[in-house]
């Protein structure tokens, strides 16, 4: 494994980490007790994987509680992020993956906070994200000054914010810039070889502000895990079931013409995807799904594949900015 700090704080992230949404809810991931508790052993264990980025929406709070349960003994190697900014008594609105009430008070999101280390079992958050906040949110002095109380009370060691839910390129690029403006310490958002809106205009300003990034859904949604088919289908619990089939299918063909990244066998897609990810310099960790023994071997050996070459850079950007030869649609 690899590790890079984020700018401005003394915190090394693994550059893959651990999304526990995996193995914390029923959205799309591992349901099994045993095979949660397994990976997020193995992957702290086995494979070095230290940052762990977590909720209090996923599972009601579990995905904080299984930290706890799994590596509470192993605290002090790990680097966990976690977010508020949700209500998590709203439980009204569609299930899964549905946005609650926010509450960006002062006196709530203390309370968030402390709920949050109640259920880790811990005296500190390493790193505190807005969970897909609104510009306001961004940018209200009172959540910066509750942030900034709660650093310096040892609460959290860093904050950040989590943009989404999912890619609204025009809002999110707004957002983060103004994080980044603001003085948030990090800024999670969704990047990769087939939707790259959002970091094409981020980086720069990262670059020059020396503000960390953390890509989540590298894969794509699965579409560079290298394990769909056009027949593939998924259970309703699985948000992507809800996508148009041009989805899945638009999304292979562009995936086809990636090819030339896993020639001579170095590396698989879901490992040059993440690869890609990580070309940016300010990217501090990547996020990707990890539900099972294979991909987390595959996704944590990423590191140590070949790094993504200029050429390889290039021609994909070349394709990317053909939308890979489709005929344009907003099904991504």
């Known amino acids: 494994m690899q590790y ?36 997020l052993t193995d992957a702290v264990e086995q494979y070095g994987i230290t940052h762990l980025n977590t909720a209090p929406t996923y599972g009601d709070g579990y995905g904080e509680q299984i930290i706890r349960e799994t590596l509470g003994h192993r605290r002090s190697r790990l680097v966990i992020a976690t977010k508020f900014g949700y209500d998590l008594s709203d439980t009204a609105g569609r299930p899964g993956h549905r946005e609650r009430a926010f509450d ?49 009370e040892g609460k959290i060691r860093a904050y950040g914010v989590s943009l989404g839910p999912k ?61 769909l088919t056009p027949d593939t289908a998924f259970p309703p619990t699985d948000h992507r079931s809800h ?16 090819d030339f990244l896993t020639a001579g ?10 690869q890609f990810a990580l070309r940016e ?12 023994d294979d991909n987390l071997h595959e996704f944590a050996e990423a590191a140590e594949t070949p790094p993504i070459t200029d050429d390889e850079y290039h021609h994909v950007q070349e394709l990317y900015e053909s939308n890979f030869g489709l005929e344009t649609s907003d099904v991504m």
């Open 265 to 274: 066998g170095a590396r698989t897609i879901g490992q040059a995807a993440l």
């Open 281 to 292: 310099p300010m990217m501090c960790s990547t996020l990707p799904n990890i539900y099972d």
């Open 104 to 152: 960006y008070s002062p006196k709530g999101i203390r309370n968030q906070c402390e709920q949050s280390l109640r259920r880790l079992g811990a005296d500190w958050i390493d790193l505190y994200e807005a969970h897909n906040p609104r510009l306001e949110h961004i940018d209200n002095d009172d959540v910066i000054a509750l942030l900034e109380t709660l650093k310096d």
């Open 167 to 227: 890619i609204d390129p025009d809002r999110q690029i707004d957002e983060a810039h103004r994080a980044i403006d603001r003085g948030y310490h990090g800024v999670q958002m969704i990047y990769n070889l087939l939707e790259q809106p959002i970091g094409r205009e981020v980086f720069p300003t990262a670059n020059e502000k020396q503000v960390g990034l953390m890509c989540r859904v590298p894969h794509s949604s699965g579409l560079l895990e290298g394990n």
């Open 4 to 39: 890079r700090t984020l700018p401005g704080t003394d915190i090394s992230l693994s550059v893959v980490g651990f999304g526990v949404w995996t193995v914390s809810t029923d959205w799309w991931g591992v349901t099994d007790p045993d095979t949660r508790r397994r990976l």
């Open 243 to 258: 996508r148009p089939r041009q989805w899945l299918t638009d999304g292979l063909k562009k995936v086809e013409q990636l």
